[in-house]
């Protein structure tokens, strides 16, 4: 099965941290850009 590439740049824009780039599908529902460990650095 082919992922295109529109799609796959769609995941990518869909929830990406901007700080590592790790993709966060489990916080799609969540306001923040940053994943849990950029967020908590960030606190401090
Ligand atoms: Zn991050």
Do not use: H, W
């Not at 700080?19 to 967020?39: K, V």
């Amino acid at each position: 099965m082919l992922t295109s590439p529109v799609e796959f740049f769609r995941n990518l824009i869909k929830k990406q941290c901007p700080e590592c780039g790790q993709i966060m599908e489990e916080q799609a529902e969540s306001y923040l850009m940053e994943c849990d460990r950029c967020l908590a650095k960030k606190e401090e």
